[in-house]
């Protein structure tokens, strides 16, 4: 008996957007992307930016930048690119400077400087802030073609999971999703290994 569709096989409702999250099909290769779980904080003709959202680092933020307020907060593997640089997305809106909208209530970057002057005044909450090493970059049209070779499908998220995201937001994204997709879950990420 022969199944009628393709277990991995991605099949996106929606196109990719700035604010929407992509998740990897179970097998994608290389450590950063493999089950992964990214936020698209910059989508265009000219490419896309986003950020690994379930990649945590064992280390608070405080530990690996000096100079850094004593505020607690993890730091997650935001991509490949620029992995020396921190990078963070907030809940708190114009309260720093040069923001980037991403979508309502969720915005990128800003003025690092104000950031930690803020912090030091105890005016940001932990679930306010993600810091991310890194980000994850594609150039004009790579994304869309990665997206066709069925290696992400794009979802909505709501700012409330992206912020709370953990190591196991991928799971939760395909169980959310259902279907086929919720079986993605139960696969080996070696199947040779079994």
Do not use: C
Not at 60 to 74: L, M, N, R, S, Y
């Amino acid at each position: 008996m022969q199944l009628d569709f393709d277990f991995f096989k991605t099949e996106s409702k929606l196109a990719p957007k700035q604010g929407r999250i992509i998740i990897s099909e179970p097998f994608l290769p290389g450590h950063y992307f493999n089950r992964s779980t990214v936020l698209l904080v910059e989508y265009s003709r000219k490419g896309a930016v986003g950020f690994i959202l379930n990649k945590p680092i064992e280390y608070p933020v405080k530990d690996v930048f000096k100079d850094f307020p004593d505020f607690e907060a993890d730091i997650f593997i935001g991509g490949p690119v620029s992995n020396d640089q921190l990078f963070f997305i907030h809940t708190l809106g114009d309260k720093i400077h040069g923001s980037i909208k991403v979508k309502e209530n969720l915005y990128w970057g800003g003025d690092f400087e104000h950031l930690k002057s803020i912090m030091r005044a105890g005016l940001v909450d932990h679930g306010q802030i993600r810091f991310f090493l890194g980000y994850s970059g594609w150039g004009e049209g790579q994304l869309d073609n990665e997206i066709a070779e069925h290696s992400w499908l794009v979802e909505e998220a709501a700012v409330e999971s992206i912020m709370e995201s953990d190591e196991n937001f991928w799971v939760e994204s395909v169980s959310k999703i259902g279907g086929h997709y919720e079986l993605w879950q139960y696969f080996p990420e070696d199947p040779s290994l079994n």
